[in-house]
């Protein structure tokens, strides 16, 4: 899905883009752009949507987002005062249109094909931390050594496939700002009660209407889609706030009842809300 166009600030002669998010909230639009993005959470936690994924992120986590795929990252506004953010911006033309194919990195190949579906790394992440952390006193040599260093560990680290469709049709601005609405109104209103006939009226269809559009578009119905967003909320509810009560979780995530709720948790992470709180 197309959504939100948005054009990485590239400062003149610099084919290697270094950025720092520090916000209260990180910039939440769904959007893409044409780079590719390596980013680190240094500070904060919330919901990622990247392409048909839905996860929640916390600090320390490392992701690969690849060119034009569709993301934003939701920032939990509980209980955080600041987020941090450092991300490094490139094409595989930025320094050269046939510098990446050359032999000495032919050991990245399965990185870029891996990262047009956005990855989250596993492992060997101090390594890449250590990197990302000297990034910014650097210079713009040092800059693209540090890169290449984090491009290395990656290849070499665990990592995980995060969207597993990818849409790769086009779409008008009317049909961007429509996908982008429906996503900005379940983030926004994810514990209340949505009915189909509530978000097809926000995207200006009929509910028969909507669910075909947004079945082809993002490969998962609207209901799929509303019940991850709130199972990732009341995972990070678990997790966070011991001694609340699961019941209040199920209520406070947007579900009606308790068995309700540990029906749809179990059917999207696989098991019961209770386990998480066992396994912590």
Sequence with gaps: MKIH???????????????????????????QHNEIQLSFIEKGNGTLLVGDHISSYVENDIFIIGSNLPHA???????????????????????????????????????FVKSTQGLVVKNNKSEIIECFKKL??????????LFLKILKHITTAKSETLSTFIYEKTYSDNEGNRMRHVFEYTMTNYQKDISLETIANEANMTKNAFC????????KTYVTFLNEIRVEHATRLLKQHVDLPIVEIA???GFNNLSNF????????????SFVRKRK
């Design 5 to 31: 166009p948005f054009k990485i600030p590239k400062p003149e002669n610099s084919a290697l883009v270094y950025q720092e998010d520090i916000e209260a909230v990180f910039y939440d639009k769904l959007h």
């Design 73 to 111: 990252f939701k920032s939990d506004k509980h209980g955080v005062t600041e987020s941090k953010m450092l991300s490094l911006f490139f094409t595989e033309s930025s320094f050269g249109d046939t510098f990446f194919e050359l032999s000495e990195f032919t050991e990245l190949n399965r990185f």
């Design 136 to 145: 910014k006193k650097s210079s713009k040599l040092e800059r693209f050594i």
């Design 212 to 219: 075909k559009y947004f079945k082809k578009r993002t490969n």
């Design 251 to 253: 209520e406070l995530s």
């Design 262 to 273: 540990n029906r749809q948790y179990k059917k999207v992470k696989g098991y019961i809300p």
